[in-house]
């Protein structure tokens, strides 16, 4: 498995933007499809974004879309998603994950095995 730091995280006005990073180390990097999940106070955790392992493919949830942008740099061994226009209902912890079959393109929580400890986003009204 892969380790994984978030950062970024934090309390925000609807409508602006935040950037998130996650840091790997541990493995190759370019190795590992890359995705980040959130989890709102109580509801389930839910798919975000993902990115191919070498960012040539990406999948958003239909509720960011247009709005969050994920990337990658693999010299780095980061992941970011970059959040605009953000709204209230993006409140939640997002966590960073990696998948090791670096070519899917499933959404499914299941299909990464190595997760963040997360990173809180908070959007006020």
């Known amino acids: 498995q892969v380790q994984l730091v978030e950062s970024g995280g934090g309390l925000v006005q609807a409508g602006g933007s935040l950037r998130l990073s996650c840091a790997a180390s541990g493995r190759t990097f370019s190795n590992y499809r890359m995705g980040w999940f959130r989890q709102a106070s109580g509801k389930e955790r839910e798919f975000v974004a993902a990115i191919s392992w070498d960012g040539g493919v990406t999948r958003y949830a239909d509720s960011v879309k247009g709005r969050f942008t994920i990337s990658r740099d693999n010299a780095e061994n980061t992941v970011y998603l970059q959040m605009n226009s953000l709204k209230p209902e993006d409140t939640a912890v997002y966590y960073c994950?990696?998948?090791?079959?670096?070519?899917?393109?499933?959404?499914?929580?299941?299909?990464?095995?190595?997760w963040g400890q997360g990173t809180q986003v908070t959007v006020s009204s």
């Open positions: 994950a990696a998948d090791p079959y670096r070519s899917r393109v499933s959404p499914r929580s299941a299909d990464f095995d190595s």
